[in-house]
């Protein structure tokens, strides 16, 4: 991946200020440095240290990332909904892990995607999970093509910009249509996997508007302030409306729904490659889809 950068600063700039300026990270520079890539001018190369005057452009060559050494390919197919040269968006299904791990090693969203990138025979192979969901939860991902595009998608996921929007049916009656949940999470006692609400556990925020109301359950929108494990689930779970589907937060058991019923259903996020604004959209799945019909009744 090579960009080119003009400098037009009244004063001369080291090459180091002005890429960190660009969002090239102190870690990405020693990638750049040790392992294959290349900064220069004008066709000659430079080093950090170098002084850039008024009309210079820097090229910036980053290094080929190979496939992960520990990552299998998948055949399985993508779902794609958006890729360009330095971003991919797939509709994730309900039951496919994101990561490998010692329960699912092989079929994972990871080694699909690393699959779709051999079948299309992409130079670079390396898998940069942007936003990750857990295995029950379907919906869309972001997958970063390169670390540079990685690491500015992370800042914004930390300032904000990136705003994943959820869909998530909930038991019970809800007495407010919009309301904000701030407990804070930690891991329930005992359990590595499952967490709850408790003094001393991370700050959370959970922001959801109910959509519809129904005598059982209601669908709501949900927006992440912060992104804790189970944020949704357990937030829901702690006042009292835990997701239809959720056997690990005690979630009724509705139409045969063999897991949370949980969607991300939009991403909105700046694309600093393009220069513009995406917002990008799955529908619910079949099986939440079903579950619609299946309260309405």
């Given amino acids: 991946m090579i960009f080119n950068w003009p400098y037009n600063g009244a004063t001369p700039q080291n090459v180091r200020t002005f890429l960190l300026a660009h969002g090239i990270s ?23 240290r170098t002084m850039l005057i008024a009309g210079q452009k820097l090229t910036v060559r980053l290094p080929t990332e190979a496939a992960p050494a520990v990552l299998s390919a998948s055949e399985a197919p993508l779902t794609i909904i958006w890729e360009d040269a330095h971003f991919l968006v797939v509709d994730k299904p309900a039951q496919v892990a994101s990561l490998p791990s010692h329960l699912y090693p092989t079929d994972t969203m990871a080694n699909r995607v690393l699959g779709y990138y051999q079948r299309q025979g992409y130079t670079d192979q390396g898998i940069h999970i942007v936003t990750r969901l857990d295995r029950g939860t379907s919906g869309l991902m972001i997958f970063a093509k390169h670390a540079f595009a990685h690491t500015l998608l992370s800042q914004q996921l930390h300032t904000q910009q990136l705003q994943k929007t959820y869909l998530a049916v909930v038991s019970g009656q809800l007495a407010y249509s919009h309301n904000r949940i ?14 709850t609400t408790a ?14 109301q129904f005598a059982h359950a209601a669908l709501v929108k949900v927006r992440l302030h912060t992104g804790r494990t189970h944020q949704i689930r357990v937030h829901f779970a702690a006042i009292g409306h835990p997701l239809l589907g959720d056997l690990l937060y005690a979630g009724p058991q509705v139409a045969g729904l063999e897991r949370p019923a949980l969607h991300c259903a939009q991403l909105q996020f700046y694309q600093p490659f393009l220069d513009r604004e995406l917002s990008l959209h799955s529908d619910l799945p079949a099986d939440l889809q079903q579950l619609m019909l299946t309260i309405k009744k």
């Fill in 26 to 48: 102190r870690t990405l520079l020693k990638k750049i440095k040790f392992h294959g890539g290349e900064l220069s001018v004008a066709g000659q190369p430079v080093t950090v």
């Fill in 182 to 195: 701030t407990l804070p999470i930690k891991r329930a006692p005992g359990s590595f996997i499952k967490r």
């Fill in 199 to 212: 003094v001393g556990g991370r700050a959370a925020l959970t922001e959801y508007w109910r959509q519809q």
